[in-house]
């Protein structure tokens, strides 16, 4: 595993390359020693090589290696609806990278615990659609609910479905999330990738 450290270093190898290159006719043995001090941080000897040349050639090496071992992270694409079949998993990715907001790891845990137990509804107020999900690697196997919603712009949306305060605020939970009014369960309403969503879950926290 490349370390962020080994990361640091070869980017900064990488830079020092391009800039030795650029200025070696100016500035020729001066490069050439600093490219080999370069190369013995990862722990190459170049003393043998006959030229320049034959140094650069191994940090042009190394700079392969940083492009083949950088990790690449796999990313879902956002459905265009909450129906999509592709849409469990990208919400599951949006879930765990809200994890690591302050605030809101709680009320993540909690939708991706329902998640998995195929006891999380999703609506998308503009489409007119209500799906409850099951988990991604259940899709094949389980049918995903849908349920047809009058297309509503979402502050009516959310006027009809949060729970109020006397005062009019809506109804917030200890964990952060709100009340539906409809079912009494939590609720979680913002934006996830590009577009909003309302999310339910049963509830098991105490006000």
Known sequence: MVSSVDNVRQWSTLTMLKVMKQTDQEQNSTSGSLASRLLS???IDSSDD?????????LNRIA???????PSTDTVKQPDSVT?????AFIKQQL???KTEPGKASQADAMLKALEAGTLTVADAAEGKSVQLVAPDKVSTQEIKVTDLTVKDWGS?????????????????KDGSYID????????????GDKSYYLTWPSSTTR
């Open 41 to 43: 941080d990862y722990g």
């Open 50 to 58: 006959a030229s320049d040349s034959g140094t650069y050639d191994l």
């Open 64 to 70: 392969d290696q940083q492009d083949d071992t950088t």
């Open 84 to 88: 999509s079949a592709d849409f469990p």
């Open 96 to 98: 765990e990278e809200m």
């Open 157 to 173: 949306f959310l006027r009809d479905h949060l729970t109020r305060e006397n005062g009019g605020i809506f109804s917030r939970n």
């Open 181 to 192: 009014r409809q079912s009494g369960q939590n609720a979680f309403y913002g934006s996830l």
